[in-house]
């Protein structure tokens, strides 16, 4: 029967849009709280709860409301559920209001309504005389292949290409238009279907204002989270990228977290590259693991010996904007587009493992590890693979956050390196964008010596700011620390633990 029909494809719909709420709700928490196993785990726990107080909410539902009830809980889920990820944009940039406290309500109003959901079709499937064996199977097949159907939609098309307010007004729409015609093909059994006709079609043009004007919402919840004019946005597979402009300083955040501003990250990446450079004056090849904008090619291209500098990022928009934007190829001299470059977009681990190239420096420029993902690539797995890509005489030199704001994260980068059997030189520069930032300088040999002056232009390096680099004072001494191992990833606690104290 077409009825029947209609209700399977709600028992789809109904699976589809439950878990993108879900995977939405874990994705901006993580977007704007930090990345962690703690924000999916316990967003998920509590989202299984919620359906489990729905489900035990269902038996209340007099039989003669069911399918009454099911199209009206269809269309508050769409509308909460699609209002969600605006919502929540909007609290955290704008509102004084606990963003956690409003983000776990949700998850909890929405995962009770779509527990609900599946055991009040199953009660207008056995009213329909099915056959309790057949309507099981058939409910449950579809309900597992709607979460299937959505878990490979959300992160390849729709949180990249729509972004996570339209994924989820996308998925309320769908939600409210399954109710809709629900309601029309069983209009039998619904009470007042008059009026539950007319909600549907507010909720469903409420959500469609929201999905044309979500590009200029965010925008605006972005604009108040930032402060400055936002001058680029991208949401990628891998990340939420922004670059912000105030008078002549542009800024980067990925994930909300601050990269660089344009005023000082010169020090940064001088730092970064040139302590290690000048004890190679016969250096010919280079690696560059992340670092996609580009400044630290920039400040290898410096040398005229290097004959070849690969780049690996994994984000390919993200090198192509830093590539093609006039205002960021000003920043970075054009280095993506130079003729010694070669750009490769790949996971960097991955990529160690497939190459047999060997580097006289490889640079480690990576996003802080902020979460288990990141963290492998700092472990020591990693940092052994990077040790057979270099040559006999070579360096590797590790981004490793700060050593005055996580000092147990920092160190452990240093111990990580050892145990992965370097030698090592930790050093550090004050940028004032950051503060207090740490490297970590190794080699498999145990010559290097500090330098007392560059053979290339520099802004922020001499004799005297680099022999203060591989100073350490007394208030930044060497706490006792594990390697970063990826049994454990010691190294993710110790950098949650760390910025921890600094978070309000």
Same mark, same amino acid.
């Given at each position: 029967?077409?009825?029947?029909?209609?209700?399977?494809?709600?028992? &789809?719909?109904?699976?589809?849009?439950?878990?993108?709420?879900?995977?939405?709700?874990?994705?901006?928490?993580?977007?704007?709280?930090?990345?962690?196993?703690?924000?999916?785990?316990?967003?998920?726990?509590?989202? $299984?709860?919620?359906?489990?107080?729905?489900?035990?909410?269902?038996?209340?539902?007099?039989?003669?409301?069911?399918?009454?009830?099911?199209?009206?809980? %269809?269309?508050?889920?769409? $509308?909460?559920?699609?209002?969600?990820?605006?919502?929540?944009?909007?609290?955290?940039?704008?509102?004084?209001?606990?963003?956690?406290?409003?983000?776990?309500?949700?998850?909890?109003?929405?995962?009770? !309504?779509?527990?609900?959901?599946?055991?009040?079709?199953?009660?207008?499937?056995?009213?329909?005389?099915?056959?309790?064996?057949?309507?099981?199977?058939?409910?449950?097949?579809?309900?597992?292949?709607?979460?299937?159907?959505?878990?490979?939609? &959300?992160? !390849?098309?729709?949180?990249?290409?729509?972004?996570?307010?339209?994924?989820?007004?996308? &998925?309320?729409?769908?939600?409210?238009?399954?109710?809709?015609?629900?309601?029309?093909?069983?209009?039998?059994?619904?009470?007042? !279907?008059?009026?539950?006709?007319?909600?549907?079609?507010?909720?469903?043009?409420?959500?469609?204002?929201?999905?044309?004007?979500?590009?200029?919402?965010?925008?605006?919840?972005?604009?108040?989270?930032?402060?400055?004019?936002?001058?680029?946005?991208?949401?990628?597979?891998?990340?939420? $990228?922004?670059?912000?402009?105030?008078?002549?300083?542009?800024?980067?955040?990925?994930?909300?977290?601050?990269?660089?501003?344009?005023?000082?990250?010169?020090?940064?990446?001088?730092? $970064?590259?040139?302590?290690?450079?000048?004890?190679?004056?016969?250096?010919?090849?280079?690696?560059?693991?992340?670092?996609?904008?580009?400044?630290?090619?920039?400040?290898?291209?410096?040398?005229?010996?290097?004959?070849?500098?690969?780049?690996?990022?994994?984000?390919?928009?993200?090198?192509?904007?830093?590539?093609?934007?006039?205002?960021?190829?000003?920043?970075?001299?054009?280095?993506?587009?130079?003729?010694?470059?070669?750009?490769?977009?790949?996971?960097?681990?991955?990529?160690?493992?497939?190459?047999?190239?060997?580097?006289?420096?490889?640079?480690?420029?990576?996003?802080?590890?902020?979460?288990?993902?990141?963290?492998?690539?700092?472990?020591?797995?990693?940092?052994?693979?990077?040790?057979?890509?270099?040559?006999?005489?070579?360096?590797? /030199?590790?981004?490793?956050?700060?050593?005055?704001?996580?000092?147990?994260?920092?160190?452990?980068?240093?111990?990580?390196?050892?145990?992965?059997?370097?030698?090592?030189?930790?050093?550090?520069?004050?940028?004032?964008? &950051?503060?207090?930032?740490?490297?970590?300088?190794?080699?498999?040999?145990?010559?290097?010596? /500090?330098?007392?002056?560059?053979?290339?232009?520099?802004?922020?390096?001499?004799?005297?700011?680099?022999?203060?680099?591989?100073?350490?004072?007394?208030?930044?001494?060497?706490?006792?620390? %594990?390697?970063?191992?990826?049994?454990?990833?010691?190294?993710?606690?110790?950098?949650?633990?760390?910025?921890?104290?600094?978070?309000?």
């Amino acid at each position: 029967m077409f009825a029947d029909r209609i209700l399977i494809l709600s028992v &789809f719909i109904v699976a589809s849009c439950g878990l993108a709420y879900e995977l939405i709700a874990g994705a901006l928490s993580s977007y704007l709280l930090g990345d962690s196993v703690l924000q999916y785990s316990s967003i998920i726990g509590a989202y $299984l709860f919620a359906m489990g107080i729905g489900s035990h909410l269902s038996k209340y539902v007099r039989d003669e409301d069911t399918v009454t009830r099911f199209v009206e809980i %269809e269309l508050l889920v769409g $509308l909460i559920g699609g209002l969600s990820a605006l919502a929540l944009f909007i609290v955290f940039a704008w509102l004084a209001a606990p963003f956690r406290t409003v983000l776990y309500a949700l998850v909890i109003i929405i995962g009770t !309504l779509v527990g609900m959901e599946i055991p009040l079709v199953m009660r207008i499937f056995n009213a329909r005389r099915a056959e309790f064996r057949d309507m099981v199977s058939r409910v449950l097949t579809f309900d597992y292949l709607g979460a299937l159907a959505v878990s490979l939609l &959300f992160p !390849l098309l729709m949180a990249p290409k729509l972004g996570l307010a339209r994924s989820a007004l996308l &998925f309320g729409i769908a939600n409210v238009i399954i109710a809709l015609v629900t309601a029309r093909c069983l209009r039998d059994e619904v009470r007042s !279907l008059r009026a539950v006709m007319a909600r549907g079609l507010i909720v469903l043009a409420v959500l469609l204002g929201g999905f044309a004007s979500a590009g200029r919402m965010t925008h605006w919840a972005e604009q108040g989270l930032f402060g400055d004019r936002i001058v680029h946005a991208l949401s990628t597979p891998y990340q939420r $990228l922004v670059i912000t402009q105030w008078k002549d300083e542009l800024r980067l955040y990925l994930n909300g977290n601050l990269q660089f501003s344009s005023l000082d990250e010169h020090r940064y990446h001088e730092a $970064l590259v040139h302590p290690a450079m000048q004890n190679l004056p016969a250096a010919r090849t280079a690696l560059v693991l992340g670092g996609g904008d580009g400044f630290a090619v920039r400040e290898l291209l410096k040398y005229p010996q290097l004959q070849k500098v690969t780049l690996v990022d994994l984000d390919p928009q993200m090198t192509q904007l830093f590539s093609s934007a006039a205002n960021l190829t000003a920043l970075n001299h054009n280095a993506l587009n130079d003729k010694r470059v070669q750009v490769i977009n790949a996971d960097a681990a991955q990529w160690l493992e497939q190459s047999r190239d060997s580097f006289d420096l490889v640079v480690i420029d990576l996003p802080d590890p902020s979460n288990y993902a990141l963290g492998k690539l700092y472990s020591v797995p990693m940092y052994r693979l990077v040790a057979q890509h270099l040559a006999a005489n070579g360096y590797v /030199v590790v981004q490793s956050t700060s050593p005055w704001y996580a000092p147990h994260a920092y160190w452990c980068v240093a111990e990580t390196l050892k145990a992965a059997g370097l030698n090592i030189w930790p050093y550090h520069a004050h940028v004032p964008s &950051f503060g207090e930032w740490g490297y970590v300088l190794a080699a498999p040999h145990n010559r290097f010596t /500090v330098p007392t002056s560059y053979s290339v232009p520099t802004r922020f390096l001499d004799a005297d700011s680099t022999r203060a680099m591989f100073s350490f004072p007394a208030d930044l001494q060497v706490p006792k620390v %594990e390697p970063n191992r990826l049994n454990d990833q010691a190294l993710v606690r110790y950098f949650e633990q760390d910025w921890g104290r600094f978070q309000r």
